[in-house]
């Protein structure tokens, strides 16, 4: 089997609510990005890991699904998805309580019912998925 190894580091500097930290990314993508407590649970400056797992997971499993489609010999003309990500506050901490995925895609030659399949499947398998304790629910929309 083969193996894939990414890597991101995190620096942070001060104490939780008043500190400040920066994230980058083996690829270079993310170069000492701003974090910070208002970047996460307000609206300051920056990005925040929920964020990022809110973009990974709409990009891993629109590049799924356009396999998916590939594999039943579709070509998509587009393949737009929002994830939105809802944290919840709970005794001890906060989680990811549910990802709900929005996509809308035109694909040329694909029946509703078929479409509907592929992305259900690409939902329950891109990696992102897989490791998400979460709800995950996905509302997709074909274009004609």
């Known amino acids: 089997m083969a193996s894939i190894k990414r890597s991101a580091s995190a620096h942070w500097a001060g104490t939780g ?6 994230l980058t990314t083996q690829s270079g993508t993310l170069k000492e990005t701003p974090y910070s407590f208002t970047a996460r649970f307000g609206d300051g400056q920056g990005t925040n890991p929920e964020e990022l ?10 590049m799924a699904l356009a396999f998916k489609l590939q594999g039943a010999g579709l070509t998509p003309e587009s393949l737009a998805t929002e994830a939105r990500l809802t944290m919840e506050q709970e005794a001890g ?12 895609a035109k694909v040329p030659g694909a029946t509703p019912e078929q479409f509907q399949a592929l992305a259900a499947d690409a939902k329950a398998t891109c990696p992102v998925s897989r490791v998400l304790n979460a709800e ?4 997709a929309k074909l274009e004609g």
């Open 17 to 22: 609510k008043d500190g400040k930290g920066s």
């Open 53 to 62: 797992i809110a973009a990974a997971h709409a990009g891993c499993f629109t």
């Open 136 to 139: 995950i629910t996905l509302d």
């Open 93 to 104: 901490g906060w989680k990811i309580a549910a990802v709900a995925l929005s996509l809308t």
